[in-house]
């Protein structure tokens, strides 16, 4: 999953959103100076990582993009999934998605120098071009694809695929719907044993 979903499934425990938000910028065991509960965090989306990657229907949703994208076929879904979130955000929260993600930057604006380098320029980025909120939309997608693009130097041709969410949108929709209510169910029970069996 991405980094909207990621925010998501921490529900709204700051130390966990943070360890969950960071874990990507952090290797091995380099988490060993934050906090219990940022440690949690990580290790809460590793889980969360492991347990899509395995995922059925996840996988289901890869094989339905063009080959062209290869091994980066798992990164797209992600931000595709993002989005499905994101369009769909009042089935999952009873907070609009502008003041989620408004809450979202100004906590990171805050504990910025508290969090990993590459984890700071990541803010920067996301704030400037309200990154969660646009997640809803295709030309918010079409700007992650093409940055991602960018960063492979063209070799992963992922900003062809805002052409797949337009052609497979209704598909991959529903195996994003079936999907995270798998996902949550998991999530909930990776937190209480996190959070209550120390």
Same mark, same amino acid.
């Given at each position: 999953m991405n980094f909207l979903a990621h925010l998501y499934l921490s529900q709204n425990n700051t130390n966990i959103l943070i360890g969950n938000?960071?874990?990507d910028h952090i290797r091995g065991n380099n988490f060993l100076m934050f906090s219990k509960e940022i440690q949690q965090g990580i290790f809460l989306h590793? /889980?969360?990582d492991t347990f899509t990657d395995a995922h059925e229907i996840v996988r289901k949703s890869k094989r339905r993009l063009h080959k062209r994208y290869?091994?980066?076929?798992g990164v797209i879904i992600d931000i595709l999934y993002d989005h499905f979130l994101a369009k769909n955000w009042t089935n999952y929260s009873a907070i609009p998605l502008d003041i989620y993600t408004q809450g979202i930057y100004n906590l990171f604006t805050k504990k910025t120098t /508290?969090?990993?380098v590459k984890s700071q320029q990541f803010i920067t980025y996301m704030i400037e071009y309200d990154i969660l909120y646009n997640y809803q939309f295709e030309?918010?997608?079409e700007r992650v694809l093409k940055g991602m693009n960018n960063r492979t130097k063209g070799k992963s041709q992922m900003d062809l695929a805002i052409e797949d969410l337009k052609e497979l949108s209704p598909e991959l929709e529903n195996d994003f719907t079936l999907f995270f209510e798998d996902l949550q169910e998991f999530t909930n029970q990776k937190l209480k044993k996190?959070?209550?069996n120390p």
């Open positions: 938000f960071i874990a590793r /889980e969360i290869r091994h980066y076929n /508290e969090l990993p030309d918010g997608i996190l959070l209550y």
